[in-house]
């Protein structure tokens, strides 16, 4: 019998742990999940033999270690800061790690320690980052084995509401973490290369210069750009690539009008308010306006948001912006909080409503004289609340690799993600089996 | 005979220099001056017999401390970062300080040990803080004292060009650190209070919300918002003003320039660009323009500018910025960075160029029943590149606060700042006879 230690059983965790439980008695896997609410814990293993619920603090290296040193693999759903410890422990006592974050610079650091202790520690293998890699590594792959160059890499993601539960004016609702939609694009330089040309973009240009993408049966998408997109040139081993761009997809009109938040200054989390505690939506909205002695704050807004923008405001009517109703348990809140307060109230999913993951990559190569464009979508829906899209596609592509490493068909050790075809080719099969699939459409450009 | 020891002897520390030596024989002062630099200490003390110039490190206390044992004064002008470190050797050693610089944190701590070890700790003692303070308050103590009401006090200094100067499109030199005015309102909430109401400008707004003032004989201003104008409240005991607002005075135009830098994202501090060793002012440029496979960047930047702000397109071409020539020793810069570099190159004090520093106060106050403006400015230019008017407006209240120290003329102790009449009537009295004073004017405003 083969034990998996799972650290961190929380929303995102739901699918990978289904998953892991509906084989493990197929498999003989005993499935070890901690989490600090064990009531949370249960619910999920809902019952399988072959899952143990566990509470104790995962963050604690001594209440964690002896459940590592028993384990064959261990799979952290803990936040990215906490990943390079458990690595060192995994390190420590000889056992397989997986994590779903980003490789940080100290987890790189890891990996001839993790190859010298004969482990394998595989990151970048969620959603965005995980099936955006795999899927996108495995049409380079195609293109240079058909020695064709690629020019040009450009590739979208987002967490967004599905069709069916789309029912507000910003077509949106929070499917994911309110507080990182709220800060999204703040904290870092946006870059990304152009036709050979780096390219910057501030803050307060990010959500108005946007690309419009539209996939099959799903309608329009805008597209805003992801903070780095440069280093994506050396994972991919594409270092020449004359146009790379990552981006993140919302619905139309949803970046023209977050832009507004973000120019009257509410997405800023760098202060606190002086009066966050006795703020109502109004008065908030009154603090980033001019003073007026006689106008009304939504004529000011509209003052604000001029002519240009005025289909805009419908928008932020429905969001009760001009509202005088108290908020509350906001005392010393920044701006951002106070936001991320007020779009909590009225974007959150309701009762049966359902999420949608769209990731759109766009590839131009030249092959035998000719240039060629490769469209590839892939629009997943979530089953329900608890098995979201977000849970199924972080989850399941974490779940299948759990099952790889358990039955030793992938030989790699140290720090990786999944970009070889070895990993990547049966993981996209079997999660095209979840209808987590992608189309592809490949046009030949017109020479110029 | 007394001792000051004067520690670092920079630029704006030579008019204060030159005060101290010209009166330590008359005054039977010994003045100790230290800089890493010994040359430009000899040079400041310019053949004075009290002067005695050191050279070493006053950032270490093992080297400072029998200097401020032996001293019954300390002046000093290091970065303010130091000044709560020479400030518990000064408790230690029960030796007076004066330092230019806001009381931070961690100097305010201090006041109950220096009240304890018998000293003065004076702080916030320059120009801006310092006359701002001293002016302003003479002020209010006025209307108070005749029983007024004061519902508005608005205030702005400026570092600016002389008009005899005065050459270049901008209307501007730089006469005091440039990566300041480079960096100017980032990292910090604007706010201010208008009518009781809080008001926030955020970094993207900032250089757009300007007010417009004129001072006789001196022409137009425009002032945009300082950081936090709220703290002012407490020092100035104007707990419950309606309206209190600081602001930066520029000449017209320059701030809605320098917003387009802003907008492009140019004064960036945050990140290092990937090619910066390779800019030219045209690339550099290019990286914040939108890719176009023909357009030119002068082409790129007239759209960006848009029609109505076609009028300051001159100003960017003054500054070459379409220029295509190598900048240099640029290696790993932040866009702050490089943008400084461009303007350094074009907006420094040339020879013979004087400066000018610009202070205007604005107070609205209620007496019996009748409202009443009064408006109080100050000009004051420079006499030359070494006492320069920010030299002599930074250094001569620390000078002649310094004087009123050794004759024992200030009986507080602790850690505090010229706000009491004892201290700044005699001080303002003597810089009057600099040439820095204010004229004053006051309105009845009608009856709305």
Redesign the interface.
């Known amino acids: 019998m083969k034990t998996i230690l799972v650290l961190g059983a929380g929303l995102s965790a739901s699918s990978m742990i289904r998953y892991l439980l509906e084989r493990s008695a197929h498999e003989n896997w005993q499935v070890r999940i901690v989490d600090h609410d064990l009531e949370v814990v249960k619910r999920k293993i809902n019952g399988f033999e072959r899952g143990v619920a566990l509470s104790f603090n995962a963050l604690d290296a001594s209440e964690r270690r002896p459940e590592i040193e028993n384990a064959d693999l261990v799979i952290s759903m803990l936040p990215a800061r906490f990943h390079p410890e458990v690595a060192r422990d995994c390190i420590d006592l000889k056992t397989h790690l997986i994590t779903p974050s980003y490789i940080s610079p100290e987890m790189a650091a890891l990996d001839q320690e993790a190859k010298d202790a004969g482990i394998l520690i595989m990151n970048e293998i969620g959603v965005d980052p995980g099936i955006d890699h795999m899927s996108a590594m495995k049409i380079v792959h195609d293109i240079q084995g058909r020695g064709g160059k690629i020019v040009s890499f450009k590739s979208y993601t987002g967490g967004l509401i599905a069709p069916e539960s789309d029912n507000n004016p910003w077509n949106y609702k929070f499917t994911w973490n309110p507080r990182n939609v709220v800060l999204a694009g703040q ?3 946006t ?1 990304f290369v ?2 050979g ?9 990010l959500f108005k ?1 946007l690309d419009t993408l539209s996939v099959e049966g799903y309608g329009d998408f805008t597209g805003y750009a992801n903070r780095n997109s ?1 280093s994506y040139r050396e994972t991919y081993g594409l270092e020449d690539i004359p146009t790379i761009f990552r981006g993140t997809l919302r619905r139309p009109g949803f970046c023209e009008a977050w832009n507004v938040f ?4 509410m997405t ?1 989390d ?2 606190h ?3 966050a505690a006795e703020l109502t939506p109004r ?1 908030f909205l ?3 306006l ?2 007026h ?1 006689t106008k009304s704050a939504e004529e000011k807004f509209r003052e604000f948001l001029r002519e240009d923008r005025m289909h805009l405001y419908d928008r932020f009517e429905w969001l009760g912006l001009f509202k005088d109703e108290p908020l509350i348990d906001l005392e010393n809140a920044t ?1 951002a909080q106070v936001l991320q307060k007020i779009l909590v109230d009225k974007l959150s999913l309701q009762e049966g409503d359902k999420d949608m993951i769209v990731m759109i990559h766009e590839f131009e190569y030249k092959l035998n004289g000719s240039s060629f464009r490769i469209q590839s979508n892939m629009v997943n829906i979530g089953e329900d609340q608890v098995y979201t899209s977000m849970s199924n596609t972080v989850g399941l592509p974490v779940a299948i690799c759990a099952k790889m490493m358990l039955n030793n068909n992938i030989q790699e050790l140290g720090v990786t993600l999944p970009i070889q075809p070895e990993i990547y080719n049966p993981i996209l099969e079997e999660l095209a089996t979840f209808d987590i699939s992608f189309v592809e459409r490949e046009t030949e450009l017109n020479p110029v």
Chains 1, 2 share one sequence.
Do not use: F, T
């Open positions: 904290g870092g330089a870059s152009q036709n040309q780096y390219k910057y973009i501030p803050y307060n240009r210069h440069l973000i120019e009257l200054g800023d760098m202060y308010m002086y009066n008065s009154n603090s980033y001019p003073y002695p701006p």
